[in-house]
């Protein structure tokens, strides 16, 4: 792989794993209920599965869906189920008590994170897009692997910085009410993010 090309690719990858997107929301919103240690398996669960699910679409994964569209019909109808549940659990978490930060609600855990990136739609979007327009042709499966380490080495720093930042939202929302208005407004961006799967062609 060139120079050119794997800095283009490193770009793609910071700015795709850094913006607004499931993941981040959901690791916002557990930073803040949670605290950044607690989240910590979310984070890894988020850049390991992510960079296997690179690795397999870039093995020919992708081509199920032109074989069986009917999978891909399937795997939206998972993925609006899935988020709207988390959606909802965002929004009735419990805000941390006086003097501490934690729940009596529970994190996501590392293989649950890991097993989210196949129903997030972002996620497919990213990982369609990098093994389509980075690998090169005659790279093979070498190419497929470079691409889905890059994006690993790449997304935990990213994500890293949205659970810190939720990490700081209890301080700014040191009552209640304000903390459940947050995961609130927060369930409502992660439904937002449903958009481009409801209205693909919007």
Request: without cysteine; positive net charge.
């Given at each position: 792989m060139s120079y050119e090309l794997l800095t283009a690719l490193v770009a793609f990858a910071f700015v795709s794993s850094i913006t607004p997107g499931p993941n981040n929301l959901m690791l916002l919103a557990s930073g803040a209920n949670?605290?950044?240690?607690?989240?910590?398996?979310?984070?890894?669960?988020?850049?390991?599965?992510?960079?296997?699910?690179?690795?397999l679409v870039g093995i020919g994964l992708a081509q199920m869906f032109e074989v069986f569209p009917l999978a891909y019909t399937l795997l939206k109808i998972a993925s609006v189920a899935f988020l709207l549940y988390l959606a909802y659990k965002i929004a009735t978490s419990a805000a941390?008590?006086?003097?501490?930060?934690?729940?009596?609600?529970?994190?996501?855990?590392?293989?649950?994170?890991?097993?989210?990136q196949w129903v997030n739609p972002k996620?497919?979007?990213?990982?369609?897009?990098?093994?389509?327009?980075?690998?090169?042709?005659d790279f093979g499966m070498a190419g497929a692997?470079?691409?889905?380490?890059?994006?690993?080495?790449?997304?935990f720093p990213s994500v890293n910085v949205w659970a810190l930042m939720g990490t700081q939202i209890p301080r700014l929302l040191n009552v209640r009410w304000k903390l459940r208005a947050f995961n609130i407004c927060a369930?409502?961006?992660?439904?937002?993010?449903?958009?481009?799967?409801?209205?693909?062609?919007?």
């Open positions: 949670f605290g950044w240690r607690r989240s910590l398996p979310h984070m890894i669960g988020i850049g390991l599965g992510f960079g296997f699910m690179v690795f941390p008590e006086a003097g501490g930060n934690t729940t009596s609600g529970r994190p996501i855990n590392f293989f649950q994170a890991a097993l989210f996620a497919w979007a990213m990982a369609l897009t990098a093994n389509s327009a980075y690998t090169p042709e692997l470079i691409v889905a380490a890059v994006f690993t080495a790449v997304n369930a409502l961006l992660l439904l937002g993010s449903l958009y481009p799967i409801l209205f693909p062609n919007v």
